[in-house]
Structures are given as C-alpha cells and as structure tokens.
Nanobody, 121 residues
Framework: QVQLVESGGGLVQSGGSLRLSCAAS????????MGWFRQAPGKEREFVARISWGGVSKDYADSVKGRFTISRDNAKDTVYLQMNSLKPEDTAVYYC??????????????WGQGTQVTVNS
C-alpha cells in the first residue's frame, strides 16, 4: 500500500508563493496518477489539481488555474504543487492523493495526512 507524506505547507502573505511536495513510498510510482485536494474549515474537501502517471495530462480546479502548477518527478517518487499569487481563500489543509491508474479518480484510494496552508490578507 502506497504511503504519501506531504510537506511544504506554512504561513504566507497574500500574493506570496509556496511549493508543496508529496513523497510516495512506492517503487512503481510511475504507475500512479497523483493529485492534490484541499479542505478549508467548515467546508468539504475539494479537488485542486491532478496529473497522470506519465505527467502529460494535467487538470486544475477553476479557482486555481493560472496560479497553481502540478508536476511530478518519477525519479524521486514525488509530486509537487507550486502555488503562486496565493489568496486568503486558498487557506486550507492540502492533501496529496494517489490511484494506481493513469488518471486520478474523483475519489482517490490513497491519501496523505495533509499539510496546512494559511494565507494572511
């Protein structure tokens, strides 16, 4: 069973940037699609971005398009989320997710523990 460990969260001012990382404990990382979700206080968990196992196909939530970029390094078994032009409404716990498939499902099977991102106005 793949284990996912997120890092890179923290406190940032509005307009700032952060890069989240998610390391997977899986030799066949290149057979997993990956993604990021987030959950703000009092709200449901929502999709942020996903990337196919080969890194060619990427999808983003409308709320983050043009500001966030998902990428992966299969040699390092790691997926990244570069977040630029951060807004207070981006404040949430960010979760890494994975599926053993080319494209990440709506409800992925594997989840990390989450990392807090707080954006001050």
């Amino acid at each position: 069973q793949v284990q996912l460990v997120e890092s890179g969260g923290g406190l940032v001012q509005s307009g700032g940037s952060l890069r989240l990382s998610c390391a997977a404990s899986e030799r066949t990382f290149n057979k997993y699609s990956m993604g990021w979700f987030r959950q703000a206080p009092g709200k449901e968990r929502e999709f942020v971005a996903r990337i196919s196992w080969g890194g060619v196909s990427k999808d983003y939530a409308d709320s983050v398009k043009g500001r966030f970029t998902i990428s992966r390094d299969n040699a390092k078994d790691t997926v990244y989320l570069q977040m630029n032009s951060l807004k207070p409404e981006d404040t949430a716990v960010y979760y890494c997710a994975a599926d053993k498939s080319q494209i990440l499902a709506t409800t992925p099977r594997y989840w990390g523990q989450g990392t807090q991102v707080t954006v001050n106005s």
